[in-house]
């Protein structure tokens, strides 16, 4: 449910408001808006407490409008906000036109990111990814360089003018991943650790939210939720491919379908990983072509200037050639569609 205030509500009219609710024990969500107030009210209200409110609320000093919601989450429904939003990095606009998201899936060394960024940058992309913190099935599997890979991924975007993307995995780690990268990412692994979410919204940085490989498409946007309840509105969704019928072919199923659907019933960008959604680096050219013609907003590759020796997701890695081979693709769909 939301409740509309008058241009013209004074701050007790809302403040009644915002008591009504209190007094019974919920806790409503004040957003002030440019010309007016809106206070959002959560899902989890009876159908009873619903029609009563309503009645009650639509009746008092100050109210313009109640409206009931159909989604379960609000503020990151385009009912709610009805332009697409666009997240500014730098002078990365992500929403408008297609961003391309590119580098490797582990930061291994200053030289391995210098090249990547140098690759990256020629190809026309934007952002540099690379993870310091890696969530790895096997705890003997390579971990990721921590800080010292935030500070190879920080100093490598500066030089070549590229924004910075990378995962923070506990809400501890948060102050010292902000503290290097331009975006937040949270892996798929972690859409629904609540606590880091919340901490993450806090630190008031872009939050790239990856989608669980079993999450519906409403936990996705109920878990954007949580960072934009933060008063954080600069969370991009990505969708990464979901549990698999079949490991044989491919690491998930990617679900292209959840782009289209996402761009009706959200106002986040949406963003596609071809990497991790096929696992397969052959297959990463046609699902990113696919992702552009769905309407995604870009998309976010792996790509490494030497995948054979890559520590992490090398088969799954473009080298420098079939990225440079992606980028003229994605050029020809523009230039063809737009
Ligand atoms: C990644 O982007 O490096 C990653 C680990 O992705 P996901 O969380 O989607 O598996
Ligand atoms: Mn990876």
């Not at 997240?87 to 992500?94: P, R």
């Amino acid at each position: 449910m939301i409740v509309v205030m008058e241009v013209r509500a004074t701050q007790t009219q809302v403040d009644s408001v915002v008591n009504f609710f209190t007094d019974r024990g919920i806790t409503p969500l004040v957003l002030p808006g440019e010309d007016r107030t809106a206070i959002g009210i959560p899902a989890t209200l009876t159908t009873d407490q619903r029609t009563s409110f309503e009645a009650i609320i639509g009746g008092m000093e100050g109210v313009s409008k109640v409206t009931q919601t159909s989604y379960p989450y609000k503020l990151a429904s385009r009912e709610w906000h009805q332009e697409s939003s666009v997240v500014q990095v730098g002078k990365v606009k992500i929403g408008k036109g297609f961003t391309v998201i590119a580098g490797p899936c582990s930061i291994e060394s200053l030289e391995q990111m210098r090249e990547s960024a140098k690759i990256v940058k020629e190809s026309g992309a934007t952002v540099l990814r690379g993870g310091a913190f890696k969530p790895r099935t096997s705890p003997y599997s390579f971990q990721g360089l921590a800080e010292e890979g935030l500070k190879i991924l920080q100093g490598v975007g500066k030089e070549f003018g590229l924004a910075t993307i990378t995962e923070v995995m506990s809400p501890d780690m948060v102050e010292m991943v902000a503290k290097y990268s331009d975006i937040l990412q949270i892996g798929a692994r972690s859409m629904q650790n609540f606590p880091l979410l919340v901490e993450a919204g806090k630190s008031g940085k872009p939050i790239f939210l990856k989608r669980g490989p079993s999450a519906t498409i409403d936990e996705f946007l109920l878990a954007a939720e949580y960072v934009l309840g933060q008063n954080n509105a600069e969370v991009i969704l990505c969708e990464r491919g979901v549990m698999p019928l079949d490991r044989t072919y491919t690491r998930n199923t990617l679900d292209l379908s959840a782009v289209p659907v996402l761009k009706e019933h959200s106002h986040l960008p949406v963003i596609v990983d071809p990497s991790h959604g096929t696992g397969v680096a052959k297959y990463v050219l046609p699902m990113a072509k696919a992702a552009y013609v769905v309407g995604a907003d870009g998309i976010m590759v792996e790509m490494h200037p030497n995948p054979t020796k890559a520590l992490s997701d090398g088969s799954q890695a473009l080298n420098p050639e079939k990225f440079s081979q992606l980028m003229s693709e994605i050029h020809r769909l523009e230039a063809a569609l737009g």
